[in-house]
């Protein structure tokens, strides 16, 4: 029975993921067992996740690194903040409205993510990937980036030999090496983060068609599946008690509504799509069942903020540098323009980052039970 762990995207909101990667280390405890051999990871979620695949510890030690490393975020270690910086950005976007849209030198970005890279090839060692496969701490990992040329999601997927790449529905698996690219390709947030060429494509965020999140960790023989989610509120009760903003929609909340659209609306409609399935299946009789390899129910658990991610970001903007402070502020990604959801996938401040962890640590404590039985053979 495979267990496979399935992190969402994010931006800065992937801190999250950790804080409850860290409460699951602390209640599963140590075990001869991996506690997930298949890891999916998508956007900022893809990056936790290779942090995790190649690390050379246990669980335990790979998730108290990753903390340390989210502990001391700075947005200076994700994207040059200057002023000139900043000014550059700007200038490139409004700059290829010239030329068609189209850049001929760098990607077309508000921002450079270079220090990124350097902060991804200084703590994740790839080459260990393979060696964890070969000692079965690993069946296999995937990151999932969006092929601008086709528009197809293409999870690119390290692992044991006898899985296969499929193509169905524009999702494509395919097995390869991983690498620095494939993490800045997943990430690349569109206008964001600029765009990574792999072997002659362009890619950018995965989580921008990626319908079906879950698709891939059964595509790699997932028999249940934990999802880490970044959606604003678990809460039913809180739904649509958002605060009424009196004035036309600024340039910040569009943008957070349609990175909302990508980062949480596919995983929330994917889980309540196989829950809806698993019903169904779960009324056919087990010796019917049996007969048919593909006709089982997927166990799921889902830990996801108990807090409106927003508001925490929209308490967090004034930690930013001046630069980006003065950006966000005048394109109204502040609470008080409505935009607060779009700081919320840019807002690499490590108090803000530090609050997320916090979270989601506490949030899967109060979920101890779920994750328990979730992990029971």
Avoid at 63 to 83: A, F, H, M, P, R
Avoid at 95 to 123: C, E, K, V, W, Y
């Amino acid at each position: 029975m495979s267990r496979a762990l399935v992190l969402s995207g994010g931006g800065a909101r992937a801190a999250y993921q950790v804080g409850v990667l860290r409460a699951v280390s602390e209640i599963v405890g140590s075990s001869s067992q991996p506690h997930f051999p298949i890891i999916c990871g998508t956007s900022a979620g893809a990056i936790n996740a290779l942090a995790l695949a190649c690390h050379a510890g246990n669980f335990q030690r790979s998730v108290s690194d990753l903390y340390t490393i989210w502990n001391n975020l700075s947005v200076e270690k994700v994207i040059q903040s200057g002023w000139i910086d900043m000014a550059k950005g700007v200038r490139r976007v409004a700059g290829s409205f010239l030329t068609q849209g189209i850049s001929d030198s760098n990607p077309i970005a508000l921002f450079d993510n270079s220090p990124l890279r350097s902060l991804i090839q200084s703590h994740i060692n790839f080459s260990n990937l393979n060696r964890a496969i070969k000692a079965n701490r690993l069946e296999a990992v995937s990151i999932t980036a969006m092929a601008y040329g086709s528009g197809e999601s293409i999870s690119f997927f390290q692992g044991r030999s006898e899985i296969s790449k499929w193509r169905k529905f524009h999702q494509v698996g395919v097995p390869t090496e991983l690498n620095a690219d494939h993490l800045l390709a997943s990430s690349a947030i569109p206008g964001i983060f600029p765009t990574v060429n792999i072997e002659g494509v362009y890619y950018g965020d995965g989580a921008i068609r990626q319908l079906s999140p879950l698709n891939t960790a059964l595509h790699l023989g997932a028999s249940k599946i934990f999802v880490v989610g970044v959606s604003n509120n678990r809460n039913p009760a809180q739904w649509g008690k958002r605060p009424i903003v009196r004035h036309s929609p600024s340039v910040g909340q569009m943008v957070g509504h349609l990175l909302n659209s990508a980062f949480i609306d596919s995983m929330d409609s994917d889980l309540g799509h196989l829950e809806h399935i698993n019903e169904l299946v779960s009324l056919i009789p087990e010796d019917i069942r049996l007969k048919h390899a593909r006709a089982k129910v997927i166990e799921t658990a889902s830990i996801s903020p108990s807090k409106e991610l927003d508001r925490i970001a929209g308490r967090h903007v004034r930690y930013l540098p001046n630069s980006m402070k003065f950006f966000l502020r005048s394109s109204g990604a502040t609470a008080k323009a409505g935009g607060a959801a779009l700081a919320s996938y840019v807002l690499f401040s490590h108090k803000y980052c530090r609050a997320l962890m916090e979270l989601g640590y506490k949030d899967a404590m109060w979920e101890k039970q779920k994750i328990e039985s979730f992990f029971e053979d």
